[in-house]
Structures are given as structure tokens and as C-alpha cells.
């Protein structure tokens, strides 16, 4: 189950009509996203298809609590692969007093929440992670810590000296942090590069490790419409000022296709049906001021 934000509802809400309403001037739609995903798969689906989510196999036998949050704002794509805007993803794991919070962003793009930090946060380790299936083999580098500065807790302690480390033990202690740039292990399931943070309280440092180790891709459908990717798609276009030849070609280097529904204000003959990849624009004087998808 997913939950959608109003500017999104309204987006697959225009899709009903036969014909687009009339446009007399530019009407950038609000690109900011919201959901609530069940799966990191559907979550993948929610942000699109110019960046990969990454779903863990292993979390030390906790239960997911909730869905997997989705926000995102302004994402921007070129060619098939996102190069701008926010996204977020993030969903917890918890038994008892143990925890994982596991949350990530579009490498290319920036968090659109911030992920979680601790003033007690030192460095333990920097790691090389063996990744993918047998045959497949590739190396991600991460970034443990712990949060063993606790002096950091009396509100006037110094900063801690640049060559303090946490041990091993310190993040079952104290609780750790993983950080890491997860990328596909081949060109066939690109684009994938993907920011990821985990948290956790009550873990050992082997456990953080192995759930780092077990991130798979998350595959979600091609084209999902109304996902958050499309919505900054429809800001590219419309406040790019963007010739239908030009949204056109745009369109279809990410993907998509599209199709003009009313020109300078006189709706086009258009068919019913509903399409997962399709854009839906008016143009005046030959520029898209309008668009919607389905």
C-alpha cells in the first residue's frame, strides 16, 4: 500500500479526461513527492526508474516496522539516469531494544531528509565489502563507526581528537553507523549508484557488515506512472520551455513517450486508454506549458 501526495493524486486525477484543459500560460507542477511503500521494491517504483533502492536479505532477524518512507523533490534525469534534485527512502527493522535503520538517496542527488547523525560518532574502520553471486564479484567501500565519544554528552566537551577510533566492540556498545556508495555489479542493471546509510543499536559489528553485505537491488517495474521521476520530469519540460520536438525526444531518451492532448488552448483528438509511459502535454506557441502522465 502506498500513500501519494496531493499534487501527485491530482497529476493521475487529470488523466480521466478526454481532453487536456485549455493552457494560456506556464504551469510548472509542484515536483515535491511523498509515500509510504510496503516493499523496496515498490518503494523503487515510487522514486522511478533513474536510480536503484537497495533491500537488505539479512537484518539480524528483525521484523520491518512499518513501510518503506519515500520523499523526493525535483529530480531531474538526462538519457536514462537521474542527475539532480532530492530523494529519500528509509524503513526500520526493530525487536525489543535492537534496531536498524536503513536509509538512501539517488547517489546523484541530494537527501531530501536528512539522514540521522550522533555527536558521539567516531570512525572505527574504513572496509572493502565483497559483493554480488559467485562469478560476480566486486568490492564496495564503507565507512564504520560508533558512537563511543561519550564525553560528547556533557554538552561542553571538546571536539574529539582526529585520531580517536571506536573499537569492534563499541558499536554493539554504543550503537553503529555503515555508510557506503552501493553500485550494480554489472552495466545490465544500471543505473544503480545509491547513497546508503545504516544505524543500528544492539548489533555487533560483524551483524552491520553482513547486513551491508546482503543489500540486494531492489527491481521494480520499468514505468510507473505518477512516480516521482515523472513529476520532476513534468518541471523539466514545462519550465525548460520545452518544443514539442524537443519534450519529445526528451521523453524518449529516459524512456517515455509522449503526446500533445491541446494546442494553444484547443484540446486534440485523444484516445481513452491509460499508459504507465506516457506523457500527456498542451503547448502554446509551441512550447509545453502543461503536463501530466498516463
Known sequence: MRMRTLSALAGVAGLALAFAAPAHAA???????????????DAANELGPAGSLWSPAFTAGLA???????????????????????TFAGASYRQGQRRIDLVERWAQTGW?????????????????????????????????FANCYTQALSGDAPPPPA????????VRKHGGTLR???????????????T???????????????????LEQAQGAPTVAGSAQMLGMCAQMVDGRMTE????AFAKSNGYILRVTTIDGVPQPATLDNRTERFNVSTVGGVVTRCNYG
Open 27 to 41: 504551469d510548472v507542477p509542484d515536483s515535491s513527492y511523498r509515500a509510504e511503500a510496503t516493499t523496496w521494491a
Open 196 to 214: 546508503i546509510q545504516i544505524d543500528t543499536t544492539g548489533l555487533t559489528y560483524a551483524q552491520l557488515l553482513r547486513m551491508a553485505r546482503s
Open 64 to 86: 520491518q516496522r512499518g513501510g518503506v518512507d519515500v520523499v523526493a523533490d525535483a529530480i531531474t534525469v538526462a538519457n536514462g539516469t537521474a542527475t539532480g534534485g532530492q
Open 245 to 248: 520536438q524537443q519534450a519529445g
Open 180 to 194: 557506503m556508495t552501493m553500485r550494480p555489479g554489472s552495466t545490465m542493471t544500471e543505473p544503480g549508484r545509491t
Open 163 to 170: 585520531s580517536l577510533r571506536c573499537s569492534e566492540s563499541d
Open 112 to 144: 531530501a531528509a536528512e539522514p540521522s547523525t550522533d555527536i558521539r560518532r567516531v570512525l572505527v574502520r574504513r572496509v572493502s565489502l565483497p559483493m554480488g553471486d559467485p562469478g560476480m564479484r566486486y568490492t564496495v567501500r564503507a565507512e564504520v
